[in-house]
């Protein structure tokens, strides 16, 4: 699960606050994330532009985190 505001670049003056999609997709990548569940997108965002960005760099499944959405997490 990643904070994903922005979908490619990130402003300079967020940068300490805020991520993108992309970077998601990449530090996924080098978790070896089994899965990835993109949150917090600005109201308005493509969900699929997102999707795209973080599959950019990341080989798994990606979704985005939207309202009444359930997930069950084996083993939790």
């Known amino acids: 699960m990643a ?23 990449r530090l996924a990548e080098r978790a070896g994330a089994g899965r990835l569940l993109l949150t917090h ?9 997102a999707v795209a960005a973080a599959a950019d760099g990341y080989a798994g499944p990606v979704s985005v985190a939207i309202p009444g959405r359930r997930l069950d997490l084996p083993g939790y």
């Open 41 to 49: 997108l600005w109201p308005g965002t493509s969900h699929g532009a």
């Open 3 to 25: 904070e994903a505001t922005y979908t490619d670049d990130v402003p300079d003056d967020e940068r300490a606050y805020l991520s993108s999609a992309r970077q998601a997709g």
